[in-house]
């Protein structure tokens, strides 16, 4: 069975960094594009960013472009998510996706674009 399981998440202040990572087992370590998202309790989920097996660009949202940056490990099957400049506004439970399925037309920030899921790491930004 796929699994991803998600680690990394935790407390910081603002201006902080944390690195999360999103290591795939089964049938998830053939991905082909690995999402962050993230989710505030009453939200729906945002798509934060997203990279693909090979050397495509990777995706960023605008809201943290030149803060984050995700980097892909193939070999161990894990990607990281490198958040820096953390803010309060980056609270949220932060999933990791992977998508199973050829890489097709790129739809990042759509959940449906994806295939399998982690439970989830929870980040807080606070003073």
């Known amino acids: 069975q796929a699994q991803l399981v998600e680690s990394g998440g935790g407390l910081v202040q603002p201006g902080g960094s944390l690195r999360l990572s999103c290591a795939a087992s089964?049938?998830?370590?053939?991905?082909?594009?690995i999402g962050w998202f993230r989710q505030v309790p009453g939200k729906e989920r945002e798509g934060v960013s997203g990279?693909?097996?090979?050397?495509?660009?990777?995706y960023y949202a605008d809201s943290v472009k030149g803060r984050f940056t995700i980097v892909r490990d193939n070999t161990k099957r894990t990607v990281f998510l490198q958040m820096n400049a953390l803010e309060p506004e980056d609270t949220a439970i932060y999933y990791c996706?992977?998508?199973?399925?050829?890489?097709?037309?790129?739809?990042?920030?759509?959940?449906?674009?994806?295939?399998?899921w982690g439970q989830g790491t929870q980040v807080t930004v606070s003073s």
């Open positions: 996706a992977a998508r199973i399925r050829p890489f097709g037309t790129p739809r990042w920030s759509q959940e449906v674009f994806y295939d399998y």
């Open positions: 089964g049938s998830a370590r053939d991905f082909t594009v």
């Open positions: 990279i693909t097996r090979h050397d495509s660009p990777p």
